[in-house]
């Protein structure tokens, strides 16, 4: 067992960040090792081959935020990457009617104008409006996140810089802004629109992996994400990912192979070595110690902090933070595979309507009905579904004629008031299936294969804290330089050489990169200051 | 030729007349318009039935700011002190008695948890070095977030200044709770349910919101603040409307003028200049400067022609939340209703308070559930008191008022009309009631019911928001009542805002007219 630095930087886990940490990392000339725990890398973006002939996302489903520059910079296209563009977005309706809204902007007007011609003129004002607000916050996510209660000259010039892109906002945008960041999806979409349908269709992704109806204050912001997704430059995309999202993390990961890098599958880190307040290496789960000059955490903060630290390395405030930190997932995922298409009542037949996403979203009562059911500790019963089918735009996901389809499901809460997940998991996708079916009846006839996964099955498998998809509330007090903890959300963490790279760290879930980009900055940063 | 002032203020509300004072005071000549006979607007006092005298919509003093109180010379009006218990939470079999001093309330909520007991000193203590070092910002403008002009980076960095003082831990444990949700902030402290849900019931009152929704801890910090730099008043012998007449006779020091049943029409604007006011009696009064103690909505979209003003500025109006939620019930009762869990030495003492029916936070949060879909809710939140317990001169001998407010009851049903459905809330809310006080229902002689609908029709209050606008996170601080309009001053040349639509909040605490009144000074001199 040698104690010499064999590597300048481990980082634990090879979810999506840890990968793009350790590319970057390597690519600036560092020798880098990635140790993941499961059999494959990728954390939640992973292809699974979980039923024969199959290929399911298992649990991220769709592309949206994944940063320009680091498909650029990393040249994922040249190792695999290939978005598929999703060109409707489909609500069907119980009354036999539904809403598309497709990537054509002309035909997407005439839908909306179908429900309301006063909405069809707005929708384009909103998307312009909404566009030059997120080039405001866009900078902000590739920015390490001010101290808060100190200013140095490097943040200022940040804060400067931010106090400038708002002041070059006009007023309306300034106004707009200031109440994005505070309101409810549902007010501040009511302030544009007058038909149910859309505005439910658009308020979900206010919701998405937070336990938080789209009445509740604050959801609005994340509306803008929706208009930061870009693939390849252009604004408002989103994309499946040809061979699941799986080619996603592979692509990073083969950008960090032909960097250097080193990635062992298998390979669970039971904690981390820290000796006098200074990280210095990772004990694994066979008894292996492996050190390096720095460790990067792909893990949430929870498992970093409280799972492979000895609590003795922290003040108990800090400690005391962690723990109080927001989980407490609130969606879950069913994944089928099909021996036909499903049949939608209000649209039938196997149409462009069903190569987007599809969203069980009917009206902004329904949206927040299925949150008062989830907030007092039951799973709903009529739940939001976000659908896709990749296999129809992807046939290398499944056999001809057969498909796959992706449900994410919200809301399941973590804690059940009664009861514990693996007894109610089938329960829970029977709910899935019958909502679905009251849409496409034909579903039930035609599944194959059904995989559940619940908040708690997303903990087991994937190593989510209490299961929740962005390792951590995307909510006011736990973004930016509240993210994870007050006074840490530099990337650096109060152990020396020891950083976080995840979604825990700012800017938060969803498979975007711009957590490892950003820790990978300042790790180089402070590398040079040794 | 129309007769000229400095000032022409709409609405003899608390904080028009104490904008008027402080204006006055400064040399200006100063009129205040109101619509009713008695002066007070929400603070005011009424015959409910023949011989019993209620404060029908307001009742509650007890964040009234100590500057304005120390500055009008309130001090001999016949004020009382605030009582001690500050508050009584009815549960099932229990009641939880909020004491003045935080090492006594300790003592009661060790009944409920030890290890709340333990936390709660720690807790105030907390709440209090906020409110010790924010104080401040609730008793100046505002800074105006659109613009950002020098002065005001130089007041935001005086409040991180401020910040930092509370020292490191403190002052980012403030920045992040101040977004949570009030459940989120006080489930980190506390497990007693009971504990918890008075806290947050004393703090939503009046607010369309849930103690789930995100920036609720803001309500907490909001009621703290106001609290802590606060007079420490009870209740005005005479009832709210006496507190009310004691501000107008401040202003007459200084010639304030007060024209009763003198409702403005309109506000007179020239191209987008305002220069006075038009009366229903078709008068028209010229003036430096109007300043609406008004709600928003009813001072930009009523008392404005639309054609004055930007549709920009009416949109952004419109769509302030303003809905109120709260229904007042007023008692006449025969006798002094038996509070079951109410006995002791300390009876006396115990019937001065405030009582809340409020017993957890999912229960505040389930009444509030019904608001979203426009009902309201079968298992409201209540508070009430027995004024006339402290204060015999509102009923008959040995007879009673009981002051009622209760949640949750949005101004918009989705079925039906208010004047169908309250009569039914109010049943419910006195079966509520009954469980604690057994002999209400014997000994009501009259029942005054004012739902939503009555409290906007009777006070001018637009959707019967109690306090003009929700306390949301949107909606207070630089964003009340609309981001870029938070200097009371408005789009509107000429045209302040003063009233409970502004900073600092609708609790009737007098500072949104004390700071209107400061703003304007300044710009004067300017």
């Known amino acids: 067992m040698s104690k010499k630095n064999v590597y300048d930087c481990i980082v634990v886990g090879g979810g999506h960040n840890g990968l793009v940490n350790a590319a970057y990392l390597a690519r600036s000339g560092r020798k880098v090792l990635v140790l993941e725990k499961r059999h494959l890398v990728g954390g939640a973006a992973v292809s699974e081959e979980i039923y024969p002939g199959f290929t399911y996302s298992v649990c991220s489903y769709v592309v949206s935020l994944l940063r320009p520059q680091i498909i650029r910079d990393l040249e994922l296209a040249r190792h695999g990457l290939e978005v598929l563009p999703m060109d409707c977005s489909f609500t069907p309706m119980l009354d036999g009617n539904y809403l598309a809204r497709w990537s054509d902007a002309e035909k997407t007007r005439r839908e909306i104008a179908r429900h309301s011609k006063r909405d069809a003129e707005v929708y384009g004002e909103f998307s312009k409006e909404m566009v030059k607000i997120s080039k405001f916050v866009k900078p902000i996510l590739e920015m390490t996140p001010p101290r808060a209660n100190e200013i140095h000259l490097s943040e200022m010039k940040d804060m400067h810089g931010m106090k400038t892109r708002f002041q070059g906002l006009g007023a309306d945008q300034k106004t707009q802004l200031l109440k994005i960041m505070t309101m409810s999806a549902s007010e501040y979409l009511d302030q544009w629109f007058e038909t149910e349908v859309l505005k439910a269709t658009m308020a979900v992704s206010g919701i998405i992996g937070t336990f938080l109806g789209v009445k509740s204050p604050s959801t609005a912001y994340v509306l803008l994400h929706h208009y930061m997704g870009e693939i390849d430059g252009a604004f408002r995309s989103w994309g499946l990912v ?56 792909g893990l949430d903060p929870y498992r970093t902090f409280i799972g492979l630290a000895e609590p003795e390395h922290f003040d108990d405030s800090f400690l005391d933070q962690v723990k109080r930190y927001k989980f407490r997932g609130s969606s879950g995922k069913v994944n089928l595979a099909l021996d036909a298409c499903p049949d939608f009542t209000c649209f039938p037949g196997q149409g462009m309507h069903l190569q987007g996403d599809i969203a069980i979203a009917p009206s902004m009562d329904y949206l927040e009905t299925a949150y008062d059911e989830a907030k007092y500790g039951d799973f709903s019963k009529r739940p939001y579904l976000n659908i896709v089918i990749p296999s129809l735009s992807d046939p290398t996901v499944a056999p001809p004629g057969k498909h796959v389809m992706s449900i994410f499901v919200q809301y399941a809460p973590y804690f059940l008031k009664e009861g514990t997940w693996p007894e109610k998991r089938e329960a829970f996708g029977d709910a899935v299936i019958d909502t679905l079916a009251q849409y496409a009846p034909n579903i039930k006839d035609i599944i194959l294969h059904r995989q559940v996964l619940t908040p708690w099955d997303i903990e087991q498998e994937f190593g989510m804290t209490q299961g929740n998809i962005f390792h951590g509330e995307l909510s006011l007090e736990q973004l930016f330089f509240l993210r994870p903890v007050p006074g840490w959300a530099q990337y650096r963490t109060p152990i020396k050489n020891l950083y976080l790279c995840s979604s825990g760290a700012h800017p938060g879930g969803g498979v975007m990169g711009a957590p490892g980009y950003n820790a990978a900055q300042m790790i180089l940063k402070d590398w040079k200051g040794k | 030729m129309a007769e000229k002032y400095d000032v022409a203020i709409i609405g003899a509300g608390h904080n028009g007349l104490i904008a008027a004072y402080y204006l006055a005071k400064a040399g200006k000549k100063v009129v205040v318009f109101e619509k009713k006979e008695n002066v007070g607007g929400r603070c005011v006092t009424e015959e409910i039935t023949e011989g019993f005298r209620s404060s029908v919509c307001l009742d509650d003093i007890s964040l009234f700011s100590k500057k304005v109180f120390q500055d009008l010379g309130l001090k001999n009006k016949g004020i009382s002190a605030a009582t001690d218990p500050l508050a009584i939470s009815l549960l099932p079999g229990k009641a939880l008695i909020q004491w003045r001093s935080p090492q006594k309330f300790a003592q009661e909520i060790a009944t409920f948890s030890e290890k709340d007991a333990k936390e709660y000193p720690k807790y105030h203590e907390f709440m209090d070095k906020v409110a010790k070092n924010l104080g401040i910002a609730c008793a100046k403008t505002p800074p105006d977030i659109l613009n950002l002009p020098h002065s005001d980076l130089v007041d935001l960095g005086k409040y991180w200044l401020k910040l930092r003082k509370m020292g490191k831990r403190d002052m980012l444990e403030f920045l992040r709770a101040a977004s949570m949700s009030a459940r989120d902030f006080l489930d980190e402290w506390f497990e007693s349910d009971a504990l918890k849900g008075l806290l947050a019931a004393k703090a939503l009152m009046g607010n369309a919101l849930g103690p789930y929704s995100p920036g609720t801890a803001a309500t907490l910090f909001l009621q703290h603040i106001l609290s802590y730099h606060s007079a420490s008043l009870g209740h005005p012998q005479g009832g709210m409307g006496k507190l009310s007449e004691a501000l107008e006779q401040a202003g007459q020091t200084y010639k304030v003028e007060v024209r009763k049943e003198n409702e403005v029409q309109e506000i007179l604007i020239e191209e987008g200049v305002v220069k006075g006011v038009l009366l229903q009696d078709g008068t028209e009064i010229h003036s430096q400067v109007v300043a609406s103690s008004l709600d928003p909505k009813t001072t930009f979209l009523k008392l404005c022609s639309p ?83 402290i204060d015999p001169s509102l009923a008959p001998k040995n007879k009673h ?20 459905h309250q009569d039914k809330f109010a049943d419910i809310v006195l079966e509520k009631l009954g469980v604690f006080l057994p002999n209400l229902k014997d000994i009501i002689e009259h029942r005054q019911v004012l739902s939503p609908s009555d409290l906007e029709a009777n006070f001018s209050l637009n959707e019967g928001h109690i306090y003009h606008l929700d306390h949301t996170m949107d909606q207070l601080f630089l964003m009340r009542p609309i981001p870029g309009s938070a200097q009371y001053r408005t789009p509107l040349d000429n045209l302040y805002l003063c009233g409970a639509g502004t900073h600092p909040a609708g609790m009737v605490n007098g500072l949104a007219g004390h700071n209107a009144a400061q703003k304007i000074l300044k710009d004067w001199k300017g």
């Open chain 1, 242 to 297: 040809k061979g699941g999202m799986g080619t996603v993390s592979n692509s990073i990961a083969a950008a960090a192979r032909e960097h250097g890098a080193e990635i062992r599958t298998s390979t669970p880190v039971d904690q981390f070595i820290i000796k006098k307040g200074e990280a210095v290496g990772v004990a694994l789960e066979n008894g292996d110690e492996i050190y390096a000059k720095v460790i990067s955490s």
């Open chain 2, 307 to 389: 054609p004055k003003v930007s549709l920009k500025l009416r949109n952004l109006v419109k769509n302030v939340k303003s809905q109120g939620v709260s229904t007042k019930i007023n008692l006449a009762l025969k006798e002094l209703p038996h509070i079951a869990l109410v006995q002791g030495a300390e009876k006396e003492a115990l019937l001065s308070a405030r009582y809340f029916i409020a017993p957890s936070l999912e229960y505040l949060e389930k009444a509030f559930d019904a608001t979203k879909y426009g009902r309201y809710s079968e298992n409201p939140v209540i508070q009430f008191i027995l004024p006339s317990f």
């Open chain 2, 401 to 420: 008022v009981l002051s009622i407010t209760a949640q949750c009851t949005p101004f918009r049903l989705r079925e039906g009309s208010w004047a169908e």
